[in-house]
Structures are given as structure tokens and as C-alpha cells.
DNA sequence: GTGACATAAAAGTCATACTTTTCGGCGGCG
DNA sequence: CGCCGCCGAAAAGTATGACTTTTATGTCAC
């Protein structure tokens, strides 16, 4: 048996290993694996190999074609929306280039989102989104940053939900990643900047006011303030 | 044989129908399949029916589980960003909301996007650009719709790809299903919008000449119409 | 009624044989 | 000398059957 993740089954685990890789940089573009030379590399049937080149080409990160083997593609055409090539992509070495590349996105469509979310939230999310910034500024001192961090990512979840939007909502999970890598890839010590948190109540304030721009208006400022803050750490 | 789709091989073609079957709706979430099942139906190799399996697994559109089966997935779950599931849920019927979500998702995208051109662009792009918004001026008059849509595609791609932001670049493809579902799925007969031709025209200025925020203001004008559209057309 | 256990159903894995496509060389012809 | 077409082999694609593993469900004892 191996050592390695093998939690649910040979073929996640190869799949994982696979798109680390090839993610990773090892296996660069231009580059042609062969499926036998695969099978014996994993110790598995050409079977497994199979579905995982299969899934791997889906996400435009290989291409199969006969008489030749799986060639790696192009860094320009992996499908970078896909959340496990994101996750890869993260916890690889181009983690800042990823980082952002995400954050911009996120400006782009956060503060969209939320002046859809004004019009569009139910009463629910709008309770919800109320003590998700109660939270974050209850957890905002004294070093809790993972509590911080939980109450972060549910607001900006449910904002994204709350847009009735299914791409946009769809997104919650990028930007989890983001808040994530960005807190645990920081100095551990700072607390959060204050104004954020500021801006975080008022923007749940304006959703269930349902002023529309100025969600729009104050998401904006804070997703500024975040590529501010990426400037900062990563020049 | 089949008189269906056949061309790049039975993989391919049993993803696209399945796909399509699943996204179309029937097969409703919560429905099983079995891999015996389909293969029988497809007439083809268990092989191939589970590779098939498996890339829809990887789209979240199916999970798959021993002892149970093939069951289809909550639409909330769909990975909505795979460029095939784009397709099968424009061909399919609940087209109008998904055209709607992915025209919000540029307006909140494109801007952006344009406003990072501005300053991201090389010379060869400013030129593709203007040389794009020129073809569509060339072709916006006398019913020469498809003429006009290479180009519109193509100056959305140059824009989003000149933003620099490989996020931003991969959503190419998305636009293009936007704007191709948009013209082939309409009444052909009305030439585009003059106002939206000259604002592309515009858009082509302000990137060459380095002015960011009119380059988003414009492309914000642009992406205000597509959604006025919408609403005109599916209310 | 509750819990442990047996059963069987379905996916997962493997090995192997065979088919199809296509790259690349080789030879002939211009 | 160079170009064209044919041929062979290499690699993926497909098919099949046997076997393993997980697990939902029904059953039986308590």
C-alpha cells in the first residue's frame, strides 16, 4: 500500500497527485505523458489512468491524442475556474501570481453583487448577514483571527448568494480560498484593519436598507482597500 | 450506427447527449442512473460510460456513489464556469435565465477588465482592438449578423485577454457563448444597435490612448445596453 | 422497537485482447 | 534533390469478463 492520501479511492488520490503536478510546474506545457508509463508510475490499472487523463483533459489542463500521449497544454488554457485547479494552483509556487489574479476578480464582482444582493436578499439573509458583521467586529481584537476569519467568509458568501445570481454565488468558494490563503499567509499577529470591519456593518446596514449603490459603493471601498493590501504584501 | 454526433469519438459523443440530457432536465436531481444501464442504452463499453461518469462527476452535475449509483446533482451544485456546461444550458431550456446570468456576470466583469486594458494593453492589441471595432462598424448594416459577430467576439476576447488577468482572459470563451447564443437565438433580421457599434469604437480609443476610466466607463455603457436588452427580450 | 448481522447490488479495480488513428520513415517518382 | 504516397508501428481508444469493496437494506434475535 502507499503512504499518501488515499482517503476515497485510487482515483482521487492519482487525480490529486496529477494536477499538483502538473500544476506545480513539473510536466510543462509542451510535455507528453504516456498513459502505460502512468499506470506503472501509480501502480494502478490504465483503467484509473484513464479516467484521470479524462478529467484532467475536462479541465483543459492535458490533451489526449493517439499515437502521441497526453501532452500537457499551455498555462493560458487550463480551466482556472475549475475549484480544484484553483486549490492546486494555491497551494503551489505561483500561489501570489493566483492570489491575485483572484482579488482583482473579486473587485470586479463583489461590489456588483452586493448592490444586487440590496434588492434581492430575503429578510433571512439580511439577518444573517447582520450578525456575520457582528461577528467579524466582535472577533476583530485581540488576535482571534481564525474566528474572524469564518465570520469573513460566511458575509461574503452570503452576499454572493444573496445576488440571486447562480455564477455569482457560485463564486463563494474562490473567495473563500482567498480570505483564507490571505489570513494564513500573513503576519499573524496584526488584527484586521478596523476600517474594513467598519465598512463590512455598513455594507450589511445598506443591503438591509436596501440601498443598492451605496452597497455597491461601500463593497467597492473594501475591495479596494484588499488590492491595497495585496500592493502592500506582494509588489 | 448512430445518425447523431458522432465525430471526435463515442466519449465524446455520450458526454455531449448525457450532458445535455442532464442540464435539459430531464433526469431531474435526485434521479439515479446506473453505469450498466447507460451503457446499454448508449451501446456501448461500461469503459466508456464510466470515463463519461467521471467528467460529469468532475463537473459536480452527477455524483456518484457505490452501491447506489449515477445521482444527478442539485442545479445549485453545477459547475457553472465549465464552457460545456454553458453550452448544454444555453441549448437547453432554461436558456433566458442562464443568458440573463452570464450578461450580469460580464457587466460586472468587463469594465474592469477594460479599465486594466487601458493600462495592460501592448501596441499589437490596441491594433487588433481598433481593427476589430472597425470590422464591426464595416459589418452593422445589411443583415450581415454572422459577419458581425466574428468581430464582436473577437474584440470582447482581445479586451479581456489585454486585461492581463488570466481570470478575467478565461471568461473568452463565456462571452463568446453570450454573444453567439445572443445573435443565433434572436430575431436575425435587426442590425445591431448604432450606439452600441460607436461605443466599441470608443472603447478601441480609450485603450489606445491609456485612459483606464473611460475605458470602463464606456464598456460599462456597453454592458448597461446588453442587460436593457435582456430585459427588453425576457422581461 | 432496537441493534447486530447477513445479503446482495452497484460502483471500483484489474488484466487482457483487440481496434483505430496517426506519426514518421522509406522508397519511388518526378 | 525534393516531393508524394504507402506502410508499419506506437499509442490511445474500446470491449469484455472476472474480481473486490463498499454500503443500503432487510432480517432475525433480543
Same mark, same amino acid.
Given at each position: 500500500?502507499?503512504?499518501?492520501?488515499?482517503?476515497?479511492?485510487?482515483? #482521487?488520490?492519482?487525480?490529486?497527485?496529477?494536477?499538483?503536478?502538473? #500544476?506545480?510546474?513539473?510536466?510543462?506545457?509542451?510535455?507528453?505523458?504516456?498513459?502505460?508509463?502512468?499506470?506503472?508510475?501509480?501502480?494502478?490499472?490504465?483503467?484509473?489512468?484513464?479516467?484521470?487523463?479524462?478529467?484532467?483533459?475536462?479541465?483543459?489542463?492535458?490533451?489526449?491524442?493517439?499515437?502521441?500521449?497526453? #501532452?500537457?497544454?499551455?498555462?493560458?488554457?487550463?480551466?482556472?475556474?475549475?475549484?480544484?485547479?484553483?486549490?492546486?494552483? +494555491?497551494?503551489?509556487?505561483?500561489?501570489?501570481?493566483?492570489?491575485?489574479?483572484?482579488?482583482?476578480?473579486?473587485?470586479?464582482?463583489?461590489?456588483?453583487?452586493?448592490?444586487?444582493?440590496?434588492?434581492?436578499?430575503?429578510? &433571512?439573509?439580511?439577518?444573517?448577514?447582520?450578525?456575520?458583521?457582528?461577528?467579524?467586529?466582535?472577533?476583530?481584537?485581540?488576535?482571534?483571527?481564525?474566528?474572524?476569519?469564518?465570520?469573513?467568509?460566511?458575509?461574503?458568501?452570503?452576499?454572493?448568494?444573496?445576488?440571486?445570481?447562480?455564477?455569482?454565488?457560485?463564486?463563494?468558494?474562490?473567495?473563500? &480560498?482567498?480570505?483564507?490563503?490571505?489570513? =494564513? =499567509?500573513?503576519?499573524?499577529?496584526?488584527?484586521?484593519?478596523?476600517?474594513?470591519?467598519? +465598512?463590512?456593518?455598513?455594507?450589511?446596514?445598506?443591503?438591509?436598507?436596501?440601498?443598492?449603490?451605496?452597497?455597491?459603493?461601500? #463593497?467597492?471601498?473594501?475591495?479596494?482597500?484588499? +488590492?491595497?493590501?495585496?500592493?502592500?504584501?506582494?509588489?
Amino acid at each position: 500500500m502507499h503512504m499518501t492520501t488515499q482517503g476515497q479511492g485510487l482515483h #482521487t488520490h492519482v487525480l490529486d497527485t496529477l494536477g499538483l503536478a502538473i #500544476t506545480a510546474g513539473e510536466c510543462p506545457p509542451g510535455s507528453v505523458l504516456r498513459t502505460d508509463e502512468l499506470a506503472q508510475r501509480f501502480e494502478v490499472s490504465r483503467t484509473v489512468i484513464r479516467e484521470v487523463v479524462r478529467v484532467l483533459e475536462s479541465m483543459h489542463l492535458v490533451e489526449s491524442r493517439r499515437r502521441v500521449g497526453v #501532452t500537457v497544454r499551455p498555462t493560458a488554457q487550463w480551466n482556472v475556474y475549475d475549484p480544484r485547479v484553483i486549490r492546486w494552483r +494555491l497551494a503551489g509556487s505561483d500561489r501570489p501570481r493566483q492570489l491575485r489574479s483572484l482579488t482583482v476578480l473579486r473587485s470586479a464582482v463583489e461590489p456588483v453583487a452586493a448592490g444586487l444582493a440590496a434588492t434581492h436578499a430575503t429578510p &433571512e439573509q439580511c439577518r444573517e448577514l447582520t450578525e456575520q458583521a457582528l461577528g467579524m467586529v466582535a472577533t476583530s481584537r485581540g488576535g482571534q483571527l481564525e474566528a474572524y476569519l469564518v465570520h469573513d467568509i460566511a458575509f461574503h458568501r452570503v452576499v454572493l448568494d444573496a445576488s440571486g445570481n447562480e455564477m455569482f454565488a457560485r463564486l463563494g468558494d474562490v473567495v473563500a &480560498e482567498v480570505l483564507a490563503g490571505r489570513t =494564513h =499567509h500573513r503576519v499573524m499577529f496584526e488584527d484586521p484593519d478596523p476600517a474594513a470591519v467598519t +465598512l463590512h456593518v455598513r455594507v450589511a446596514e445598506a443591503v438591509r436598507e436596501r440601498d443598492a449603490v451605496r452597497a455597491e459603493e461601500l #463593497t467597492r471601498e473594501i475591495a479596494a482597500g484588499a +488590492l491595497l493590501e495585496l500592493d502592500v504584501l506582494a509588489p
